[in-house]
């Protein structure tokens, strides 16, 4: 008997003979031992096609059944996997493909090989997850598969997850936030469910009612959707608690949400994390909310943050715990070995009040949210520059402002249009006769943003 | 500016569609451009240019251009 064969699957190993329902979709449901049996069967499969021992896969993801099954698959055989969305473009999988020169790529189950060289990697190392969703070939997280159990074990210490529990996963797998929730409901030996069906189709509403669906998880934009359909007129008993996360939700709808959780017995969770900590850094008290509907509340269980002063009122805010991630990767040379850092620097500005609450006020890396999306605003600019074309954008929050000088201006555009990165809408390109350059040299980024999104 | 303009006014703003591509049977969920994140957009539009509030099941319904009009009519806009 190979000896894969004996280990337990991460997240179901303690499920795995429970006949109670793990996944489901539009058409069926898979229990716990099915679901070990059907990834217990594709392993065997895998292990015939002639990879290494600690394979590096590239897996795209998608919301459904076979995806989990292949997940969970190469997590249980100790490979190493970036997950990708499958709404990547195919150039950026093939940017994926020659920076980290992957033994093998997986869609929709099948496994591709391209080829069986020895690849050094880190003992430590499992999953790599983008830095820049869909929008690029940015670097990658690398993560730990004791990254993983420690952040989810810490989020089933403070979300009421039950093992009874029903959720839709409503955001992609391929993105930490989505992950995570996969992983605290496998993890609680609860259900997690996939729909083909949006917030905007009643058959979405009718599986949230009948099911029911006792929990839901949204970034800022599937909340300001559901406040558009007057979500919080909806008799939903079934539903006891939600939580946010994923960049930040205007205090307006923070309240108004709030306010609902509140007349209807709910919980009502504003979280804060990043990829770099696997998923969740720090949530608010659910009875916080209406008096602090900025704040992203304090630390998760076993994690620790503090502000390192950089002016009188905020400063960069750092965390530790044990679901740092290991480090960044961006070749396959760097998969080799992997230096995690005690505490992660979130690039986030903050300050925290007499009762120990942090409140985010600022940023200082150069990334930016667009529908609910981490973009890397360096990423998107490696992605459409070229040898003769030099590209720079500057942005907030659902809003990329593209520069190049006059003259490539219809080359980028075209290149735009041929490989769309963002949707139309939250973009825009400029003209430039010159670069605005600061004293060193450097592209003068602010010159830039006054130019189109206004003083900084 | 008639009803029939400012609805397909407010379905070029939201969708970011030449105003040719808004016709009747132009319908949610089959062009890249008409996705839920350009739903919510059309629905915040319509509210805003014909001063209604719709109901949820008014705003899930609206799968068409066609329909938006039946929708629409409920709330006293009326389609010549």
Known sequence: MNKHQQTAIPFIGAHQHSAKTALFDDEQSVSYRTLTEMI?????????????????????????????????SAL????????????????????????????????????????????AV?????????????????KCVALSQRNLLANAESILAFLPIESDDITLATMPLSYSYGLSVLHTHLLRGAS???????????????????????SLA??????????????TRM???????????GGRLASTDVTTLGEYAHTNHKQFFVMYGQTEATARIAFLEP??????????????????????????????????????????????????ELNPEDWLATGDLAWQDEEGDFFIVG???????????????????????????QVRCVGEDNKVVFFALQKHLGALQEKMATHPLLPARNQMVSGLGEWPLLSNGKPDYQQLANRVLGPQ | MDNQQKLQQAFTVALGVQPDAVTDSLQYNTIPEWDSTAHMILIAELENVFDVMLDTDDIIDMSSVKQAKVILQKYDINFA
């Open chain 1, 287 to 336: 009875q916080k909310v209406l008096k602090k509907p900025d704040s992203i509340g304090q630390a998760i269980p076993g994690g620790r943050l503090e502000i390192r002063m950089q002016n009188s009122d905020a400063g960069e805010l750092y965390y530790k715990g044990q679901n740092v991630m290991l480090g960044y990767v961006e070749c396959a040379e760097q998969l080799a």
């Open chain 1, 76 to 119: 249980s055989l100790d490979w190493v996997v970036l997950l990708l969305n499958p709404a990547c473009d195919d150039l950026i999988l093939q940017r994926y493909c020659d920076a980290l020169r992957p033994h093998a790529v997986i869609r929709d189950g099948a496994l591709t090989l391209r080829h069986s060289d020895e690849i």
């Open chain 1, 40 to 72: 217990n069967q594709r392993r065997q499969t895998w292990l015939s096609m002639q990879l290494p021992p600690r394979a590096v896969v590239v897996l795209t993801i998608d919301n459904s059944i076979a995806g989990v099954v292949d997940y969970l």
């Open chain 1, 363 to 389: 940023r200082i890396k150069r990334i930016i949210k667009v529908a609910g999306e981490r973009v890397n605003l360096d990423a998107l600019e490696q992605f459409y520059s070229d040898d003769a074309m």
């Open chain 1, 235 to 245: 008799e939903l008993p079934a539903l006891r608690y939600f939580t946010q996360a």
């Open chain 1, 122 to 138: 880190d003992c430590n190392l499992s999953i790599l997850l983008s830095t820049s969703g869909s929008t690029g070939a940015g």
């Open chain 1, 192 to 214: 997690i469910g996939f729909t083909r069906y949006t917030v905007f189709d009643k058959a979405f509403w009718e599986k949230v009612k009948t099911l029911p669906v006792h």
């Open chain 1, 218 to 231: 949204g970034v800022p934009s599937f909340y300001e959707m559901l406040l558009r359909l007057r979500f």
